[in-house]
C-alpha cells in the first residue's frame, strides 16, 4: 500500500464525489424547497448521459455534445416538472415515493423505445491517455477533466447560489418557503427553474461518467440512491452540506473499496478479508448514512436554522 | 353481506386451481400463488405503512432475509418447513428489531432514509455472501418438506399452503388491528405526541408492529425462495421495497385488503401486459409486449394523480355513493 496507491484513489474518490455533488446538488434543492422525494432524479441522469450520447455522436466533437445535452436534458427536466411533478408537492410522500417510482418506470421503458437498451459513449481520443502527475505516478487525462468540470461546476454553483439574486430566492425557498412566497417570491416559476437546472446538472454528470460507467438504462438507480445518501448526511436543502456529503461519500466509497480488504488482511485471515471485505466496503457509507440521521438527524449543515 | 363475500371470493380461491387444472393451463396456479406471496408480503408491509403510518422504504430486506434463511436451511440438509420457515421469521424479526430501534427514533423523511440505508446494507451483505452464491444467487436443489403427506413440489399443494398461510395471515391482521395494540398504533399514526402525552410508551409500540411485520415479510419470502427454487440479492433491491410500497398504496393504505388488491393488480396488470396481444396496442406501437413497464408505470401514476384511496378506495366510495 504505497503512498502513490492512496492518492491515486484519493482522486478516483474525489472525481466520483464531484459527480455526485451534481446529482445532489439538484435533487437537495428539490427536496429542501418543495418537501418533495423525487426517485425519477436518477432518471434525468440517464436521459442526459443518452442525450450527451446521441449529440457527440451526431456532431461529431465530445464537448460540442455535452454542451447540448445539457440545455436539452434541462428542457426535459422542466418539462417534467411542469407535467407531472408540480401536481405532487402538495401530496403526501407516499403519493411522491409511488408517482416517481412510476415516472423511473415509464422513463426507462421510453429510453429503451427511442435509444435501445445502450449507447456507446467514449472519452475523447485527446485525453484517452494517462497524465504523468508526480514522477511514477501516471493518472488518467480523462478523470482529471471530470475533477476539473465537477470543481468549476461546484463553483459557479457556489457563486450562483451565494452570489446572485436568484440564488438569494433559492436560499429564501429553502430555509422557509411560506415566508418567502409571503414576501412576494413566485415559488412556482422559481421551481421550474430549479428543476430545469438540477436536471442540467443530472446531464453534465450523466455525459462525464458515461465513458467510465456505461451509458444504459437502469444507470440512474443504482446512483440515485448515493445521492439520497449524500442528501441526508449533508443536511436536506443545502448546497453546501451537498457538497461536503458528496466528497466524503466519494471518498469513504471509494477509499474504503480499495483498502479496506487490505486492511482487513492485517487481522483476520485473507480467505475472510477477500470474503466480507467487499460488503464492509460497500456497506460503509450506509453506516456514515445511519450514524449521521441518529446522532444528528438534521445532517451535517442543516439548511433550516 | 361483507362476510358472504369474504367466504364467496376463499372459496372462488380454493376452486382456482382445479378449474385450471379442468381448462389444462396449470401456469396460472404458478401465478395465483406468485401474487398470494406478494399479497402477504405487501400486507405485511401495510400493518406498518398504513396502520402505523411508517413509511418503511426497506421491506424488501425483510422479505429478502426471510428467502435466504429458508433457502440456507435446504442448501445446509435441513429442508423441513418447521424448521426453515419459523427461523425465517425470527431472522427478519431479530434484523426488525435491531433496525427499527435505531430508525423508529427519526421522524418523517428521515424515517423513509434510514430504513432504506439499512436495507442497502442488508443488500450488500448478501452480496457478499459467496458461499451461497453471492451475486449469481442460490439455486435450491429442493423445496421445503411440510410432512402430512404434502409434497410442496406440486404447483396446486404449494398454492393451497400459501393459501392458507395468506388467510391465516389476514385473519391475524385483522384481529390485530382491532384489538387494543391496533387501535393504540393507528393512535399514534394520527397523533403521536397525544399518546406519548397520556403515558402510552409509544416507540414500544411502534417498534412491536415493525418487528412483526418483519417477521410475516420474512415468511413471504421463505415462500417466494420455495416457489423460485431460486434467490438471489436482486430480491433485496430497493426497487423491491419500492415495488411492495407500491402494492400497497395501490391496493389501499390501511386496508386489510390493501396488500391483496394491490398484488393482484400490480403482478396482474404486469402479467396481462407482457403476455396477452392486444390488436389495437399492437397497432399503434407493434413490440409493446417488451415495453410492459410503461403501461405498468401510467397506470402507477394514474392511480396516484386520480385514484390516491387505491383499489379498497374505490369500493369504499363505491359502498358510500
Known sequence: MSLILILEQSLNGLQFGLMLFLLAAGLTLVFGIMDMINLAHGSLYMVGAFLAATLVQATGSFALGVLLAIPAAAAVGMLLEVSVLRTLYARDHLSQVLATFALILIINELVRMVWGTDMPLSAPEALAGPVQLLPGMPYPAYRLLIIGVGLAVALLLYFVVAKTRIGMLVRAGASNREMAMAM???????????????????????????????VQVGMGENILILAFVVIVIGGIGSIRGALVGSVLVGMVDTVGRAF?????????????????????????????????????????????? | MRRALTVGVLLLAIAFPLAMQAIDQTYYVTMASRILVYALAATSLNLILGYGGMISFGHAAFVGAGAYTASIMI????????????????VPALLALAIGAISLRTRGVYFIMITLAFAQMIYYLTVSMKAYGGDEGLTLTQRATLGFGLDLKDDATFYYVVLAILVAALFLVSRLVNARFGRVVQAIRENESRMEAIGYPTL?????????AGALGGLAGALLANQNSYVNPGILHWTESGKLMIMVILGGVGHLYGGVFGAIGLLGLEEVLANHKFAWLAALYPDYQQHSLLGVGVAMLAVVLYAPQGIAGLFRRGKDG
Open chain 1, 184 to 214: 412576494g417570491v413566485d415559488i412556482r416559476k422559481l421551481f421550474t427553474l430549479v428543476f430545469g437546472f438540477g436536471a442540467a446538472l443530472c446531464a453534465i454528470a450523466g455525459a462525464m461518467l458515461g465513458p467510465i460507467l456505461a
Open chain 2, 204 to 212: 414500544r409500540y411502534k417498534l412491536i408492529a415493525f418487528v412483526l
Open chain 2, 75 to 90: 442448501a445446509e440438509g435441513m429442508p423441513s418447513a418447521w424448521i426453515g420457515w419459523p427461523l425465517a421469521m425470527a
Open chain 1, 260 to 305: 479496506i480488504p487490505h486492511l482487513l488482511r492485517e487481522f483476520i485471515s485473507p480467505a475472510f478479508a477477500g470474503a466480507i471485505g467487499p460488503a464492509l466496503a460497500s456497506i460503509l457509507i450506509y453506516v456514515v448514512m445511519a450514524g449521521v440521521l441518529f446522532w444528528r438527524p438534521q445532517g451535517l449543515f442543516p439548511a433550516r436554522g
